[in-house]
Every structure is written in structure tokens, then in C-alpha cells.
């Protein structure tokens, strides 16, 4: 074989070994922060479309969020769902206007689990919080937005990117 | 080695499981004083189990605050019950604590 063609041979083995590498590192960057999302929906909009997968979530006053419109400390802020149906299979909990929409998702599947989470969130911005959960009866959705955040009491905290 | 506190009290009609677990939990989302975007790092699942028997699964993203704090809701709880609770962050730690309950 001719150098130039070894080389070229070579030259097209590393480009597909550089592009494979890249493919499989994809899900471990999806598992930290960054998403791949589609042109034209935000990252919560694609979240909520990936959990949803296809089916629609009607607004439920059986989902109930307790939190406060302003949050005296955007490091920690209360957050707990409560759900009155008893067939409840998970409680997905999302935010907007951030880089990433899922903060929690609970399966509540077994018998000895009651379909309530709280838990504390952090925030670089206002945000609606989402609870969506799964039932028997198809998917429930209820909202509710954080309209202020007062501070943040933490020394290390300078600056926040857009999402 | 994380710290995990587990603690068990009677709610109304429920009993609650409540866990913290010491960990930075960083969004990924702030810089530093020198503008530096300080990486992520944050819990992305936990695992509860009563009685080796596995009850329950979070899965989570980096909103959660620092040293995070959550409570579930369990029914049927009787002294000592087993409660074991396994973390998992995206720097692939992981670790588990015990509690009997009393």
C-alpha cells in the first residue's frame, strides 16, 4: 500500500474513533448537567415532553404544592408536594428558567410509600415549579411560580449564566 | 465518607422519613469571586429500602440545595423496621447508611 493512501486510511480511523468517542461521552454529560435539546423548545419544556412521553397532563387539584411566591433565601427553598390519589405511581418535580428542569422524581409505587415529597430547592432566578405525577388516572400537573428571590447567604456565590 | 442522618417521627397519619445528607450539591450554574464556572457536583439518586426490600428510588438533578434535606411519607412503620438509604452523585460516589427504627 502507498503511504498516502495508509495514511489516509489511518487519517478517516482516528475521525471515527474521535466521533465515537464523542458519542459515548454524550450520556455522561446528559447525566451531569448539560442536555441535548431540540431546536425550538426550552430544556423544561423538553423535560416535561420526555417524561410526558406523548401523553398530556391535566391540571389537577389533587396535586398540591406548598411554597412561598418569595423565597427569603434562594439557596434553600421549601418545596413539598402533596398528593391526594391513591394510585399514585411518581411525583416528578421541574423548574424553568433554569439549565436544568428535573429537581426530583419519587416513585411511590410501593405500598409503604404515601405520595408526598418535600424537599429544598436552590435557585439562580425566578421560576414556576412543576409538579407533575403519574396515576392511575393519567398524568396531573400543578404549578406554582417563585416571583423573588430576597438573597442568597452563601459568601461564594458571585454570578449566575442565563440558561 | 458522607454524613446521612435518617430520623423517624409520627406525622397525622403517617410516619415521616426524613434524610439529610452532608453533601455540596453545586448546579453547575454559578461561578466563582474570580468568574470561574465552579463544575457541577450533586446528588443524582437515592435509594431507600425498608426492611431489604427496596420501597422507593429518587432521582436527582442539581437544584437541590446544599446538604439536602428530604422527607417521605411511610405507612406501616413499626419498631425495629430497617431503614437503609443508598446515595449516588454524579462524580459516581456513592455510599449507604442504616437506621433501626426505635
Known amino acids: ?163 | 465518607m458522607r454524613r446521612i442522618r435518617i430520623s423517624v417521627r409520627d406525622a397525622e397519619d403517617f410516619t415521616a422519613l426524613r434524610l439529610r445528607i452532608d453533601h455540596p450539591m453545586e448546579s453547575g450554574e454559578r461561578k466563582d469571586s474570580l468568574g470561574h464556572q465552579i463544575p457541577p457536583w450533586f446528588l443524582t439518586r437515592l435509594e431507600v429500602m425498608l426492611n431489604q426490600q427496596a420501597i422507593s428510588t429518587i432521582k436527582l438533578g442539581p437544584h437541590i440545595a446544599k446538604n439536602p434535606a428530604f422527607s417521605l411519607a411511610l405507612k406501616d412503620i413499626k419498631k425495629g423496621d430497617e431503614i437503609v438509604v443508598k446515595w449516588f452523585d454524579n462524580r459516581l460516589e456513592s455510599g449507604e447508611h442504616k437506621r433501626i427504627v426505635n
Open chain 1, 1 to 163: 500500500m502507498h503511504r498516502r493512501e495508509w495514511l489516509k486510511q489511518v487519517g478517516q480511523g482516528s475521525a471515527l474513533a474521535s466521533v465515537s468517542t464523542a458519542l459515548q461521552a454524550q450520556p455522561l454529560l446528559a447525566g451531569t448537567v448539560l442536555q441535548a435539546v431540540p431546536d425550538g423548545l426550552s430544556v423544561f419544556e423538553h423535560s416535561v415532553e420526555q417524561l410526558l412521553d406523548g401523553a398530556v397532563a391535566s391540571t389537577d387539584e389533587r396535586v398540591q404544592i406548598h411554597l412561598k411566591p418569595i423565597a427569603a433565601n434562594s439557596a434553600v427553598v421549601p418545596v413539598e408536594v402533596v398528593v391526594k390519589h391513591k394510585e399514585t405511581q411518581q411525583i416528578c418535580i421541574l423548574i424553568d428558567n433554569h439549565n436544568t428542569a428535573l429537581v426530583a422524581q419519587l416513585d411511590t409505587l410501593h405500598p409503604s410509600m404515601l405520595p408526598r415529597l418535600s424537599a429544598h430547592l436552590q435557585l439562580i432566578r425566578p421560576a414556576r415549579v412543576v409538579a407533575l405525577v403519574q396515576t392511575s388516572d393519567g398524568w396531573l400537573r400543578q404549578s406554582q411560580a417563585i416571583v423573588e428571590l430576597r438573597s442568597r447567604c452563601e459568601p461564594d456565590s458571585v454570578t449566575a449564566d442565563k440558561p
